[in-house]
C-alpha cells in the first residue's frame, strides 16, 4: 500500500491577477465564448 | 546581528517567541493534519507522527523563506485590487416573485425599467471609468442582473450591441423570457449565461421560483437549460434552502445527465426575512453538500466529464492558489465595492447587488457623480474595510482567509453588525476541512474549472 507524505504543501499564485479575478458569481469561471 | 534580530531571523518553534503561529486542524483524516499559518495562508498537511516537524523542523524553514512572499501576495489581493466588474440591473421589474428574492417586493413588482438610451449612457460611463483604473487591454466585466434584465431585454441588447468591444458581457436570468430568438442573439455575441434551477422536479422546483401567481416555470427551464448545455460560457445557479437541500445528490445527476458543466449551489442569502426562514441548517446543508460534490467526483470518473460546483471550487482554490480564486466573496474584504460594484435601474451605485434593496448603501448615482467619488463614500468604506481580523470570532480562526465571513449585507441584516461571522460559518468550516481531505487524497484536478492550472503557476512545493 502507497504510504502517505508525511509532508504536503504547494501553493499556486494567477498568472495574471486581477484579470479574471473578482466577482460575486460565476460567469468568469466559464470560459470566454466571445469570437 | 543582534541576539533579536538573530531570533526574529531564525525562529527555532512555532507558536512562542517570534515564532510563527501555526494552527493545527483536524480535517476528518486519521492520519494527517492540516496545518495553518492564517496570515498568508500558508498550509500542509501533516502526518501525525510528523508534526514535529511542523512546529520545529523542516516546515518552519519554508515558512521562513516563503512568508514575506505569501503575505505580500495575501495584501495584494485582499488590498491591491482594481474594480474590474459591474453589476447592472437594468430593471426594477421581475416577473417572478421567488420566496427568497432579497430584493423588495415593491420594488420587483412595479419598478423601474430603463429605455435604451439611459442603459446606454451608463454603460459609456461605465466604460470610461473601467479605461481609466485598468491596465491598457483590459476588459472589464459587465452582468445584467436582477430583478429580472430580460424584462429589460430592448435595453440589454442594444447595450451589448453598442458595447461588445468595450464590455465582457454576462446575463444572469430566470431563463423563462429567453426564446429561441433571444438566445442566438446573446450565444452568436459569446454573452456568458447564468440561468437559476432550484430542483430536479417541478413540484419542489416550482415551490420556492414561481410568478407573481403562484405559477412555477420548471418545464420552461429545463428547455432552455438543454439548449444551452453545451455552450461553453452557460452555467446554473441552484440556491439551496431547507426545501430542497435534501435533494442536491440528484441534482448532481440531473445537470450531469443534461450536460451542464458548471453549477453553484449558493446557500440562500439571509438578507431579507424570505431567505432567513428558508435558510437550512449548517450540519444538514454541509452533510448534504460535501455528499453532492462525492457525486461529481463519482460521475467524473465514470464519464471522464466534470460537473464543477464553482463555489466549493473557489473554495478550493483559496487554498491551493489564494490568487487563482474567480470569486471574491469568501475573501476578507469582499470583492463588494472593490472589485465589483452593482448599478441601480436609477444608475444609483452600490457596493454589491446584496444592497440594492438598502438605499442607505448608494455611494451615490452614475448619472450625477464621478464613479472615483461614488467608490470612496462612507458606505462603500463601510463594505470595503470590512476584515476579519477585526470580527469575533473570525480575528482568531485559522481558515479566515479561506472563508471571509461573508456576506456583509446578509450579515449585517441578521446580526445588526457588519462586525460578526457568516450564519454559515459552521457550513464555511466544512468545506474547507472537506477541501483539505481533496488536497490530500490529489485530487484538485477533479473539483476545479478546466484550465485552472495555466491560468497560475507553481511558486513553491515541499513535498517529504
Known sequence: MKKSQSILSYRRRCRRLGQGTGLSHYILLTPKAEK | MTMTAEQQATPLYANTGFGPQLAVLEVGLTDRVAVVEPESAFWALVERTALNQALAGSLLEDLREQAQAFREEMRVLRFGLKPSAAYFNPTERCNFNCSYCYLPEAMRRDGKTMEPEELCTALETLADYFARVLPDGDKPQLIFHGSEPMVAREAVFAGIDRF??????????????????????????????????????????????????????????????????????????????????DTLTEMVDFYHDHGVGVVMFNPVRCTRSGGQELKPANERLAEQFLKALDHTYELYQK???????????????????????????????????????????????????????????????????????????????????????????????????????????????????????????????????????????GREDAYLWSGWDQETEETFRRIV
Open chain 2, 164 to 245: 461588445r468591444d468595450r464590455f465582457h458581457f454576462g446575463v444572469q436570468t430566470n431563463a423563462t423570457l429567453l426564446d429561441a430568438e433571444a438566445i442566438e442573439f446573446l450565444t452568436s455575441r459569446g454573452v456568458g449565461i447564468g440561468i437559476s434551477l432550484d430542483a430536479p422536479t417541478a413540484a419542489l422546483a416550482d415551490r420556492t421560483r414561481k410568478n407573481w401567481a403562484g405559477t412555477g416555470a420548471f418545464d420552461r427551464v429545463v428547455e432552455v437549460l438543454d439548449r444551452l448545455a453545451a455552450y461553453p460560457a452557460f452555467n446554473v445557479i441552484t440556491t439551496v434552502t431547507s426545501v430542497n437541500v
Open chain 2, 303 to 441: 464519464t471522464g466529464r466534470k460537473l464543477v460546483v464553482a463555489n466549493f471550487a473557489n473554495v478550493l482554490a483559496g487554498i491551493v492558489a489564494p490568487t487563482g480564486r474567480r470569486l471574491m466573496c469568501d475573501i476578507s474584504p469582499c470583492g463588494g465595492g472593490r472589485c465589483f460594484f452593482a448599478v441601480s435601474a436609477h444608475g444609483d451605485v452600490f457596493p454589491c447587488s446584496e444592497f440594492i434593496g438598502f438605499q442607505e448603501f448608494s455611494g451615490g448615482n452614475l448619472y450625477r457623480e464621478p464613479l472615483e467619488r461614488i467608490l470612496a463614500t462612507e458606505p462603500f468604506v463601510q463594505v470595503t474595510s470590512r476584515r476579519t481580523e477585526t470580527i469575533e470570532p473570525c480575528a482568531r480562526c485559522a481558515i479566515q482567509h479561506f472563508c471571509g465571513a461573508p456576506c456583509p449585507a446578509e450579515v449585517k441584516a441578521v446580526a445588526g453588525t457588519m462586525n460578526a461571522p457568516s450564519p454559515y460559518c459552521g457550513f464555511y468550516e466544512e468545506q474547507v476541512r472537506h477541501a483539505f481531505r481533496v488536497i490530500a487524497a
